[in-house]
């Protein structure tokens, strides 16, 4: 299995500012992706962050909002810029584990905007 | 991209019931993993079973890909087991699925009482 953290693990932020959301794997992975969970939603896919190369969006979400780092193979990093309430989510960061089938998700960080 | 279905939306046992719940998806895939997501947020991996069953303690899962449904069954239900139980697949990219991503229902609430 894959052991993810991610950073803060909670925060309410003011409407207009913008928060990075932390998230370190305890093993080297080609994919990380990151998602979203609206109140009493499903998870939505954000982004696919491949390190060495651009983050790939998915239809609804884009770079200006949403920016991601990919540093190295047990790293990346999401910023959600500008904040309004309707970002008040949980975001989890999700690798592939070493079978390279199972997937995993981090703890994920809650995000309230007021 | 595919399109998962779970039923039912809610569920309410008594301690010590038993239960079965479902997943249809509209396509061929690759992946198929069962999870729990508790209270405070976090998702557990119970299950990854593209085909077959498998057993794990009191739950179950059995799927039938070339029905394209799986069943997660759980036995002698306890209060712990109360939360959300999503149902995710991996598409095939060359069925218009993005790589790696997982699709999910919209899950089902399981309440148990005392």
């Known amino acids: 299995s894959a052991v993810i953290s991610q950073k803060p693990s909670r925060d309410i932020c003011q409407r207009g500012t913008s928060l990075t959301i932390q998230c370190q794997v305890d093993?080297?992975?080609?994919?990380m992706f990151w998602y979203r969970q609206q109140p009493g939603q499903s998870l939505t896919l954000i982004a696919t962050a491949n390190q060495g190369s651009e983050a790939t969006y998915e239809s609804g979400f884009v770079i200006d909002k949403f920016p991601i780092s990919r540093p190295n193979l047990t790293f990346s990093t999401l910023t959600v810029s500008n904040m309004s309430p309707e970002d008040s989510s949980i975001y989890l960061c999700?690798?592939?584990?070493?079978?390279?089938?199972?997937?995993?998700f981090g703890p994920g960080t809650r995000l309230t905007v007021t | 991209g595919i399109q998962v279905e779970q039923s039912p939306p809610d569920l309410i046992l008594q301690e010590g019931a038993n239960s079965t719940l479902r997943c249809n998806f509209s396509?061929?895939?690759?992946?198929l993993q069962w999870f729990h997501q508790n209270p405070w947020g976090q998702l557990i991996n119970l299950f990854y079973i593209p085909s077959g069953t498998k057993q794990n303690g009191r739950l179950s899962a059995t799927t039938v890909a070339t029905e394209r449904y799986s069943l997660l069954y759980i036995s002698s239900s306890q209060t712990t087991d109360s939360g959300v139980y999503f149902c995710?697949?991996?598409?095939?990219?060359?069925?218009?699925?993005?790589?790696?991503?997982?699709?999910f229902g919209r899950g089902t609430q399981l309440t148990v009482w005392p």
């Open positions: 995710a697949v991996k598409g095939r990219p060359d069925r218009g699925s993005t790589l790696g991503r997982l699709y």
């Open positions: 396509d061929s895939v690759n992946n």
């Open positions: 093993s080297q992975v080609t994919m």
């Open positions: 999700s690798v592939v584990g070493p079978s390279s089938y199972e997937q995993y």
